[in-house]
């Protein structure tokens, strides 16, 4: 599986972005999970939002009610609305995919470490 980001750029202060991120194959019915995961500069690469096949979503606590993680199964893409922006949102955004048998508990979402496909990324910048 390849995963290709694309979306992001520039916003203001409350504006809203939309990422997208495409895969080469279908990952949802082959027992994937896909997520959202980001880095600002000097800082670890945290968990933003993911997404499994059955629909269950989860959200780091910084974005819950901003940020939206959907998934076009036809188009093997995965989504992500932000809405009200901040400057601290800033970052490079990475898709990432894990099988979910790689998965013990719903915290293993937001573990970088176990995720093994990832896309290059793209830049979000707020200010």
């Known amino acids: 599986v390849q995963l290709v980001e694309s979306g992001g750029g520039s916003a203001q202060d409350g504006g809203s972005l939309s990422l997208s991120c495409a895969a080469s194959?279908?990952?949802?019915?082959?027992?994937?999970?896909m997520a959202w995961f980001r880095q600002a500069s000097g800082k670890e690469r945290e968990g933003v939002a993911a997404?499994?096949?059955?629909?269950?979503?989860d959200y780091a606590g910084s974005v819950a009610g901003r940020f939206t993680v959907s998934k076009d199964n036809a188009k093997n893409a995965l989504l992500l609305q932000m809405d009200n922006l901040r400057p601290e949102d800033s970052a490079t955004y990475y898709c990432?995919?894990?099988?979910?048998?790689?998965?013990?508990?719903?915290?293993?979402?937001?573990?970088?470490?176990?995720?093994?496909?990832w896309g290059q990324g793209t830049q979000v910048t707020v200010s």
């Open positions: 990432a995919a894990v099988e979910r048998r790689r998965l013990t508990n719903k915290q293993d979402l937001g573990r970088a470490e176990l995720y093994t496909v």
């Open positions: 194959e279908s990952t949802y019915d082959r027992g994937y999970c």
């Open positions: 997404i499994c096949g059955s629909g269950y979503t």
